[in-house]
Antibody, heavy 120, light 103 residues
Framework: EVQLVESGGGLVQVGGSLRLSCAVS????????MSWVRQAPGKGLEWVAN????????NYVDSVKGRFTISRDNARNSLYLQMNSLRSEDTAMYYC?????????????WGQGTLVTVSS | DIQMTQSPSTLSASVGDRVTFTCRAS??????LAWYQQKPGRAPNLLIS???SLESGVPSRFSGSGSGTEFTLTISSLQPDDFATYYC?????FGQGTKVEIK
């Protein structure tokens, strides 16, 4: 069974940092692109970043470029999101998601999410 | 950047109704479109990929169509479990969602 379990969310002040983790099981982690998708309270979905199977390629939404870093450890079956210089608008539920292979970035499996609250 | 626009934002319907909602892309995206269902407090769930390909386990009352810039998701006979928010998606862009409410 495919499982994705996020952790690391919490309350942080504006300007602070947080590192999210996503532990996966049930599939060969190193064979898939992975993404972080967030959802602000009461709002829609926003893709944040993704990373290639071997970590050699990364993409970010403009609003987090230079502040967030996506990474992975294929030996530990884990995905990470390092979030620096946090802003109030980064407050959201953060989901990790597995992308379907061979293009189109369909998010076929999701974790349950971890909540990040950025407070001033 | 490609923008995805869904309409309506909210749809009120009754059990048994046939409902259709729309997703429009700001430029042609071929057939690279997915639909997700999200219930309150839950992660989204992939319903349909490549415009019309139903994911495993998704009831056949769901169907998708379209190409280019205009796409539709249809629920042929709305069931109590279908009251949720639906999002379209093209690569890193989601539509703003259509919430299906009980009339």
């Amino acid at each position: 069974e495919v499982q994705l379990v996020e952790s690391g969310g919490g309350l942080v002040q504006v300007g602070g940092s947080l590192r999210l983790s996503c532990a996966v099981s049930g599939f060969t982690f190193s064979g898939y692109w992975m993404s972080w998708v967030r959802q602000a309270p009461g709002k829609g979905l926003e893709w944040v970043a993704n990373i290639k199977e071997d970590g050699s390629g990364k993409n970010y939404v403009d609003s987090v470029k230079g502040r967030f870093t996506i990474s992975r450890d294929n030996a530990r079956n884990s995905l990470y999101l390092q979030m620096n210089s946090l802003r109030s608008e980064d407050t959201a539920m953060y989901y990790c998601a597995r992308e379907r292979p061979r293009g189109a970035s369909y998010f076929e499996y999701w974790g349950q999410g971890t909540l990040v609250t950025v407070s001033s | 950047d490609i923008q995805m626009t869904q309409s309506p934002s909210t749809l009120s319907a009754s059990v048994g109704d046939r409902v259709t909602f729309t997703c429009r892309a700001s430029q042609s995206i071929g057939t690279l479109l997915a639909w997700y269902q999200q219930k309150p407090g839950r992660a989204p769930n992939l319903l349909i990929s490549a415009v019309s390909s139903l994911e495993s386990g998704v009831p056949s009352r769901f169907s998708g169509s379209g190409s280019g810039t205009e796409f539709t998701l249809t629920i042929s006979s709305l069931q109590p479990d279908d009251f949720a928010t639906y999002y379209c998606q093209h690569y890193g862009t989601f539509g703003q969602g259509t919430k299906v409410e009980i009339k």
